[in-house]
């Protein structure tokens, strides 16, 4: 009878013993329920406030929807969805980068800020596509070329001119930037291990027993949703002093 019903229905069971679509599965969940924390919050902060709030929950929400087609590419392929993985972090990225400058506009930021990062981070993602899913046999050089991209974004939030700015804006901003650089740092160097244990290359033989998907589905809940609850955070503690 399960057979006769899965043969007809539209949606491929997911075997519960697979960790990999599991991982699917609760990264998708924890981004909606994310999204939906971050929506419903809106009304208790400062209009100010609004829209990074705002972008937070389109971040998770972006995410969710991609996630739920990814887990249904899983379960039927077995295979990565490599494509919607990038479509998903071409627009999400960009965003996070937005949110840098949200946060730095009390102190003066400036647009070419936001279109520096949003570049730097499109290249990151470019190049690591072509090394994932068109060039895999130099999945090293492009790997290292979008690792350039990663460390001049990590070097404009840590030193440059975002770091500047953030110390001139002070208190619950400048601790909000903090963390946020911590995410950038460390948080997203989840991803080149990921890419590293699902291309070829030398350092196969360190990342290869490792799998790609359940990395990046780990990084994407613990970034995305991450970087939501230290906005929200501050705009908490902002819209409850009424300055900054
Ligand atoms: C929500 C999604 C996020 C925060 C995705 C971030 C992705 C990266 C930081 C990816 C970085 C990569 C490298 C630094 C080198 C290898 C190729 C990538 C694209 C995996």
Known sequence: MMNFISSFSLITQLDPTDYV???????????????VFFFLSLGSFEKKWRTSILVSGLITFIAAVHYF???????????????????????????????????????????????????????????????????RDNAWLWGLISGIAYFAIVYEIWLGQAKKLAREAGGAVLSAHKVLCWFVLVGWAIYPVGYMAGTPGWYEGIFGGLNLDVIYNLGDAVNKIGFGLVIYNLAIIASSKEVV
């Open 21 to 35: 679509g599991f991982s699917f599965f609760v990264s998708g969940m924890a981004m909606l329920a994310a999204s």
């Open 69 to 135: 087609y990814m887990r249904d590419y899983w379960a039927e392929y077995a295979d990565s969805p490599t494509f919607f993985r990038y479509v998903d972090w071409v627009l999400t990225v960009p965003l996070m980068c937005v949110e840098f400058y949200l946060i730095l506009k009390v102190a003066g930021a400036k647009k070419s800020l936001m279109w520096r990062l949003i570049l730097f981070s499109v290249v990151m993602l470019v190049t690591g596509y072509v090394g994932e899913a068109i060039n």
